[in-house]
């Protein structure tokens, strides 16, 4: 049931604060250290690998792309994160040092499945990242880490999303202090961000009524919307870009703000809306030179930035907030207004929100 909300899609977007809760401390033990009890990798395999890919689709595959930073960052192994239907069929590299992590909500993508069959025939070690116990994904790898996040219905992905966010986040500090590729001080602090995620998650969330009453109107007669970020933000705006595509039907795209100057920027003109996420500090004052770049050529520029960085809005029309946070975990909350724009732009559109256009749940088709 809906439990009293609208659609499905919202209930889910509610559901993240527990979602994430439930991910984060199934794994925290009475140290408050990470056990991955389901991940059987001793510190000899872990040793051994020299190599990660990450292979998923859709929403699962932007999962992907935030987890190939948080695993370069701490674990100091090269990750390269590929979209299953791609990776299949390009010879990629493959040997008994290679670890492949698939990403699937459902557990049952055939892309994914069979991305996973090709990479285990060539002597990789599979780990899967799936929120459904028993899947076929689950079922066919050598260690499985179960997304808490509960039934997902509605067939825009969001709960899935974050608590895959915070599955990579535990891989990749559990890989690295295994690894010694962390100290212990940086361990535990990070823990204890992660711990306050929920909370944070919550708090990002207030800006509903924002974003409902005062931003969606500008995008809901858009023929096409422009999502720019950089580095962990650049994901972001994919995962932004997709959300918005599929159940309000507008044509978005995400771009590099790096690359704006290599084409793209021909694009703007008076009036087109651009989301700007702004949420890496350390890429912040790049950000907002990009966002009067194209406010100059006549975007309407909506940003997303983190609750200190006022200055953005001297290259803004409209500003949503999110909490402060550390550049590396911000994903987990620059995501929710990201999810909440598309669904009330599709709600004032009028489209099936849980149910868009040509689309089903889980794609068990090639
Ligand atoms: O079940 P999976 O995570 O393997 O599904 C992958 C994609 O089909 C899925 O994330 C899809 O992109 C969503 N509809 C996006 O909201």
């Known amino acids: 049931s809906k439990a009293g909300y609208d659609h499905f899609m919202l209930k889910e977007i509610y559901e993240q ?4 809760k439930e991910t984060l401390i199934r794994r925290l033990n009475s140290d408050g250290e990470i056990q991955l009890d389901d991940i059987k990798m001793t510190k000899e395999d872990l040793d051994k690998i020299n190599r990660v890919y990450i292979v998923a689709c859709g929403t699962a595959y932007h999962a992907g792309l935030v987890g190939k930073f948080a695993i370069e960052k701490f674990a100091h192994i090269p990750v390269i994160t590929d979209i299953a239907s791609e990776f299949r069929y390009r010879d990629p590299f493959i040997d008994d040092k290679t670890l492949l992590i698939l990403v699937s909500q459902s557990g049952e993508t055939a892309d994914t499945l069979a991305s996973l069959r090709y990479a285990k025939e ?28 509960g039934p997902e219905i509605s067939v825009a992905s969001t709960k899935a999303y974050t608590t895959q966010l915070v599955s990579f986040y535990m891989i990749a500090l559990d890989f690295a202090i295994r690894k010694g590729t962390i100290s212990r001080e940086y361990y535990n602090e990070m823990i204890e961000k992660l711990k306050d995620m929920p909370e944070l998650v919550s708090k990002a969330l207030e800006q509903e009524t924002h974003i409902k009453e005062d931003v969606a109107k500008e995008l809901k007669n858009a ?116 999810q909440l724009l598309s669904y009330y732009v599709a709600v004032q559109r009028g489209c099936d929100v849980d149910k868009p256009r040509n689309l089903a749940k889980s794609v068990t088709v090639e």
């Open 223 to 338: 023929t096409s919307a422009f999502y720019l970020g950089r580095g962990l933000d650049y994901n972001l705006a994919m995962e932004g870009a997709l959300k918005i595509k599929e159940i309000s039907y507008i044509h978005a795209e995400a771009f590099a703000a790096g690359e704006l100057k290599h084409g793209t920027i021909a694009l703007i003109e008076e009036g087109t809306p651009v989301i700007a996420i702004a949420t890496q500090e350390e890429l912040f004052e790049k950000m907002v030179s990009n966002m009067q770049e194209v406010k100059a050529r006549g975007a309407y520029v909506i940003a997303v930035a983190q609750e200190h960085n006022k200055e953005v809005e001297k290259a803004a029309d409209k500003v949503i907030y999110i909490p402060n946070v550390d550049d590396i975990l911000s994903s987990i909350l620059t995501v929710l207004p990201l």
């Open 122 to 149: 060539k002597g990789a070690r599979i780990l899967s990242v799936t929120n459904v116990v028993g899947s076929s994904i689950a079922r066919e790898s050598d260690d499985v880490f179960y997304t808490w996040a």
């Open 17 to 20: 604060p527990s979602g994430v």
